[in-house]
């Protein structure tokens, strides 16, 4: 019915913890991002989310952990630092709120907070196709295609701008490399193959 493919899943070391910061135009897309990885990831979400009646009971039991805006530095972060230090993937979404359009929206800076707590890769994701699979306001999920694009991890000069106190370089600097993902999925229109944590070539369907 939605027919996933990736490229880049190489990137992702499988031995350590991880931060992917992602993308966001759809509900899909924290599935998307975690469907053809070897193990799950789990993400932030806001507090509210979980008093929403069923939503709630499959957050608790996917690795959801509630975070509050009001309270972005309490312990839900201290809680995201402990599982991505634990070995986990942890995955996030800058742009704060799901995108209307194609283009990737500016990156609020909460996201700052565990980037610079953690020690472990950071990834930049890219997904493509799940705004046309379930855009704003569907209850359903529409038959197509999407791709996910792993980006190489964030190189240690590029991080130690942000330890240097930088916030709105690393904010541009950390769009910008989400939205060439973005922009490589765009054009994966065709892909047949998404390479396994093996390096092996492998059809998704």
């Known amino acids: 019915w939605l027919r996933v493919r990736?490229?880049?899943?190489?990137n992702i070391?499988?031995?350590?913890?991880?931060?992917l910061l992602i993308n966001h135009q759809s509900f899909l897309d924290p599935m998307l991002a975690a469907v053809l990885l070897t193990r799950p990831v789990s993400y932030l979400a806001r507090d509210s989310l979980f008093r929403v009646p069923g939503l709630g009971w499959l957050l608790r039991r996917t690795y959801v952990i509630p975070i509050s805006r009001e309270a972005a530095r309490g312990g839900s972060i201290r809680l995201a630092v402990e599982n991505l230090e634990q070995g986990f993937l942890l995955g996030v979404f800058p742009e704060g709120?799901?995108?209307?359009?194609?283009?990737?929206?500016?990156?609020?800076?909460?996201?700052?907070?565990?980037?610079?707590?953690?020690?472990?890769?950071v990834y930049p994701v890219g997904i493509f196709?799940?705004?046309?699979?379930?855009p704003r306001g569907a209850w359903f999920i529409r038959p197509g295609r999407a791709f996910v694009v792993y980006g190489p991890r964030f190189t240690q000069d590029e991080l130690e701008q942000l330890q240097s106190g930088d916030d709105g370089a690393f904010c541009e600097l950390a769009h910008r490399r989400v939205a060439e993902c973005v922009a490589k999925a765009a054009l994966s229109e065709t892909p047949d193959f998404c390479d396994n944590a093996d390096g092996e070539k492998r059809g998704i369907e």
Not at 6 to 10: A, H, K, P, R, V
Not at 129 to 134: E, F, I, T, V, Y
């Open 129 to 134: 196709g799940s705004a046309r699979a379930m």
């Open 6 to 10: 990736c490229s880049g899943i190489e």
């Open 97 to 121: 709120t799901r995108s209307s359009g194609p283009e990737v929206r500016a990156f609020r800076p909460g996201f700052l907070a565990l980037v610079r707590r953690t020690k472990q890769p």
């Open 13 to 19: 070391d499988n031995s350590r913890g991880g931060l």
